[in-house]
């Protein structure tokens, strides 16, 4: 019972998540303006890393992106890089897309990618088993690495697109060279929004501003694959103490 109650949970908060992103996509682009929603919690880790917390991989989805993504059918689908794999099915070659770009303006490049899968797999459980039948990851060139396989294995895919807690998020180097025994101290990903450092109050407030120089997919959305079109501002997250008091902030227009 217990752990049934742990899964309905967990797509609880999954489906809030999704219904948050689906709502951002679908604001017209000549009312852009602050959505301010409550969350489940306050966001108080900030290294998706480090917590399986479900405030902390949502944190992540909004500023980082994945290699690979996970339409509504639980198909992997490319999302920062496409891939070719070799006849005998034991070599993925990953090439990023075009136009990615780090929130302070340098390129994403294969070696970022490297070291950030590297301290994802440390920490998270299907990346752990993923590397015992990783026989060797190396960079080809800046937007080229590959993942030799010591023999075929659909986990690759699916663990680079993983939906649930401890994505395999993107990050430059100089962060994902981090020890995963370490929470990370600077908040930079590629994805559609920019974390606002400044307005940040642990627990009770956390403010997204839009992403000028994201380039979205050209493939509809669905869940984690495809275009994440952005359409407003900036984006809030507000802690209130109880439940009633969201709902009548929101029924005040207080709330989004």
Known sequence: MMHKTKQLTALRNMALGMALAAALSCVPAVQAQ??????????????????TAFMTRDHGYMIYDTLVGTDASFKMQPQ????????????????LREGLKWHDGAPVTSEDCVASIKRWAEKDSTGQVLMTMVADI??????????????????LLS???????????????????TPSSKPITEYIGSGPFKFVQ?????????????NNDYVPRSEPASWTAGGKVVNVDRVQWVAMPDQMTPINALMNDEID
Do not use: C
């Open 138 to 155: 190396k960079v080809v060139d800046s937007k080229v690495f590959e993942i030799s396989l010591k023999e075929p294995t659909t986990l």
């Open 198 to 210: 400044s307005e940040f109050r642990p627990g009770l407030r956390v403010v997204y501003e839009r």
């Open 80 to 95: 920062m890089a496409d891939w070719k794999v070799s006849a005998d099915g034991k070599s993925y070659t990953f090439t």
């Open 34 to 51: 602050t959505v301010t929603a409550v969350m489940q919690s306050g966001l108080r880790v900030m290294d998706p890393v480090i917590s």
């Open 159 to 177: 663990g680079l697109g993983k939906l649930s807690s401890r994505p395999a998020f993107m990050m430059p180097k100089r962060i994902a060279e």
